[in-house]
């Protein structure tokens, strides 16, 4: 419908004075009103990520301009175990917590899409990790999984099932696991919810087809809740997927990186390197090399967007 | 595939809970009579019970937390953990009135309402020209701004910063209102170019052919009309920018001029055994004012999040 053209005002115009065009030229029209958008972007989100790549091959430091050194800090970063830790550290952070957070959003959405009291306050109350500060629910977490105060150990222990308490932050493992849980925890809620926006565009009639030709619960998932969720799972995952891939205030608010590098994500390694170490131009380097994950995951989104389109039926919107 | 009955995503109903149409209109309760009440305990409130207390633990325990005595905070064993029967608010006066904290809060705010305005009027003037204006390559900007939205800011933080020093911006709070609409821009454009979409032309048309002006139909005609939409951008992207954390921790150094999250996360954490008193009562009264927000704006909250989806 936004196909149909607005019919220009007064044709006439065109043979007018300069000025008249750039007021009334639909392109010219069309430029200043971008204007504003396109300063910020071009400033201060464009500009910035040429400048950022440009770094990573200069050895700038804080409060040194730097010089031209090719791929240097790529060279050096390729022999630093700890980069390749990281980079290790932020797939497994996001292959886990991404799988996980699919699996918890789609089962809460669909037990939220049941009829039952109360719907309206408990979906409202499913989204509050949504709104709450990640940085300030992570707080609540480094006190929930504190080493000698922790909640968990302490019902644990009374449940009898440990003698101890857990290092939850202090032991590798146990710290990978608390991070992830952490951005489970807060990722699910946006999941769910977006989800389930989907799940109410599905018609109920569907279902009362199937079941009266003898489909199963499971059916009713896999061949009518599944397939036509598709297009929305793609977009959804994506932007859950790149957040979790650049996360950073989780995993700063909460370990620091620690213990010994083992949740240190990309994100909170290049700033290590570059904010608080001073070497700009290494820290861009490890910055720059998350761009092809990047690229990755919005080719997934595009192609998702693609045959959503076409599934729908539409072709120029 | 392509015939199968969907219907666009109804967002009142995705919250208010009465299921769209179709279910109501026999005033039947879709296929739930075929569950017996014990089944339904099983597969439906169990699971759903045990995941929502998991969601909100935490701020049960931040908010407990925050008024317990600092006695019975670490000591787990003579007292029970799970409840206090003195709640003390000596924490909060403590964030109140000896430390920065109103600073911060006022920072925050004061940072988001800025950022959020500004990045309110360039969406709406950008998502108008895209949408309705359609000049040439109207489509490909639109697709560029969309790629936008999926630069994170922690690939961005390391330049931004150099570029903020050399601005002369460093350790102001200007220089977080001139960075946050990077991140708001292509969400709240997207969002409104959706809303605009669904404004009828022939409205449009009808003023044009009476002689109002583009800035005249977009201030007296749309944007009357896409207020449900401003409101969700406006809101969403001030949780945004409260929620914002890599750039406010770059750019700001003055403990003065911090914003909530990164105070708390810098300040308040000292060697002190008993910081966790004001530590959680500093999380909760910095979550409160989103909270309540919330509260009131729910139904935008879930337009905005499906709604930039969506699109």
Redesign the interface.
Known sequence: ??D????R?KPQMSEDSAWTQL?HN??W???W??????A??I???????G??IW?SFTD?RIGRVGHFVATENYEWLWDDSIFWLSVFNTLLYTFIASALKFA?GL??AL??N???PF??M????????????????A???W??F?SQ?S?IS?SLRHLGLIDQNINFLGDTTWARICVIFANI?RG???VA??L???L?????????AA?LDGATRWQNFRFITY??LTP?IA??MT?SV??T?????LI??MTRGGPVNATHLM?TL??QR??IAGQ?GE??AI??A??PF?LA??MV?WFGLQRRKW???ENND | ???????????K?????S??T??KDDHS????Y?QSVPRRMVT??L??AI??I???F??Y??AL?SVKPDEQ??D?DRYN??WTWNPTFKHFHKLLFESYYPYWLWNTMYVAVCATV??I???V??A?????????G?NL?GGL?F??Y??????????????VFQYGLFDSPLALI??Y??IL??FS?WLLMGYF?TIP?EL??CA??D?A??WQILVKIVLPLAIPGLISAFIFCF?LC??E??YA??FLQSTSNKT???A??NEFVDGDIYR?GS??AG??A??LP??IL??FF?EH??SA??GA??E
């Open positions: 419908m936004a149909v053209a607005i019919p005002a007021k639909r392109n029209l069309g430029f009103f971008m204007v504003p958008a396109m910020f972007l400033f201060f989100l464009a500009y910035p990520l400048l950022g770094l700038t918890i089962y809460l037990l939220l049941e009829n039952m719907k309206a408990l979906r409202a109350m499913v989204l509050i990790p949504f709104i709450v500060p990640t940085v300030l629910s707080l609540a977490f006190w929930i504190d105060f909640i302490w925890w699910v809620p946006f919810i977006t389930l926006a989907g109410q565009t599905v018609s109920p009639s569907l279902y009362e079941t397939p036509l929305i977009v959804v932007f790149l957040f891939f650049t996360d950073f205030q700063w608010a994100a290049s700033y570059a904010i700009l820290g861009a910055s720059s998350m761009i990047l995951a919005i989104s599934q729908q039926g | 595939m392509t015939d199968l009955p969907t219907r666009s995503v109804d967002l109903a995705v919250l208010s809970g299921s769209p179709v279910a309760e879709g296929m739930s075929l439906l409130y699971p759903l995941i929502v998991v969601l909100l935490p701020f325990w931040m937390t905070l670490l787990l953990p799970f500004l990045s009027i360039a969406s003037l950008a108008y020209a895209i949408v309705r204006l359609r000049y040439k109207a900007v701004i790629l936008a999926l630069v994170p800011p922690s690939i961005l933080f390391i330049p931004l910063a150099t570029v001139l960075t609409p990077t821009i292509p454009t979409k032309f449009e048309e044009l052919i002689g002006s583009r949780t409260w929620n954390f890599i921790l770059t909530v999250p990164v708390i996360v966790w530590l959680m999380a909760l910095g979550s989103l909270v919330y509260a729910v909250y879930v999040m499906t989806v969506k």
